[in-house]
Antibody
Framework: EVQLVESGGGLVKSGGSLRLSCAAS????????MTWVRQAPGKGLEWVGL??????????DSAAPVKGRFTISRDDSKNTVYLQLKSLKTDDTAVYFC???????????????WGQGALVAVSS | QSVMTQPPSVSGAPGQRVIVSCTGS?????????VHWYQQLPGTAPKLLIY???NRPSGVPDRFSGSKSGSSASLAITGLQAKDEGDYYC???????????FGGGTKLTVL
């Protein structure tokens, strides 16, 4: 059974940093592409970014609102993907979900399995 | 403001059929990218409902179906049940934004 468990959320002041972790199990993690999606309180879903498997280059891409501030990385030895959040703004307050993505999806990526999410609250 | 538009809400009585629309543009759905649908029940994480426009993952009832035409897509739910109440999101890829995008979401109410 695929399991994704996010951790590391919390309350942080504007301008601060935080690192979220997503521990994965139940599938061949080193070959998986992984995605982060966020949801502000009472709002819809917003794609944050994606990281490819190391065998497919290991590169990460992120959405314009977070580019240069958020970094996605992975540690295949720990079956874990990370989201480093820096220069946080109050608008970044959201639940952050990690999700599995099929490899080589190009522009047709979808997100098959989701974690329960981690809440990041940014105060002014 | 999402680049893909969904109605804020839809409703139907138990047993009825409802349609959730997702209208995009030539930079996403109209460019040929697939549309995927997610169901988010209250207080839970999203769940993949339809992928590749019309495919159901294992375990998703055939009451849920998807279609795509031109720059739009639709999710149909037949035999409405109370447990279907929640939010539904479409998702695709946008060339201009160089990334995945979600519709604004549609709240389904079962009367």
């Amino acid at each position: 059974e695929v399991q994704l468990v996010e951790s590391g959320g919390g309350l942080v002041k504007s301008g601060g940093s935080l690192r979220l972790s997503c521990a994965a199990s139940g599938f061949n993690f080193p070959y998986a592409w992984m995605t982060w999606v966020r949801q502000a309180p009472g709002k819809g879903l917003e794609w944050v970014g994606l990281i490819k498997s190391k065998t497919d280059g290991g590169t990460a891409d992120s959405a314009a609102p977070v580019k240069g501030r958020f970094t996605i990385s992975r540690d295949d030895s720990k079956n874990t993907v990370y989201l480093q959040l820096k220069s946080l703004k109050t608008d970044d307050t959201a639940v952050y979900f990690c999700a599995t993505t099929q490899a080589f999806c190009g522009g047709d990526c979808y997100f098959g399995h989701w974690g329960q999410g981690a809440l990041v609250a940014v105060s002014s | 403001q999402s680049v893909m538009t969904q109605p804020p809400s839809v409703s139907g009585a138990p047993g009825q059929r409802v349609i959730v629309s997702c209208t995009g543009s030539s930079s996403n759905i109209g460019a040929g990218y697939d549309v995927h649908w997610y169901q988010q029940l209250p207080g839970t994480a999203p769940k993949l409902l339809i992928y590749g426009n019309s495919n159901r993952p294992s375990g998703v009832p055939d009451r849920f179906s998807g279609s795509k035409s031109g720059s739009s897509a639709s999710l149909a739910i037949t035999g409405l049940q109370a447990k279907d109440e929640g939010d539904y999101y479409c998702q695709s890829y946008d060339i201009g934004l160089s990334g995945s995008v979600f519709g604004g979401g549609t709240k389904l109410t079962v009367l």
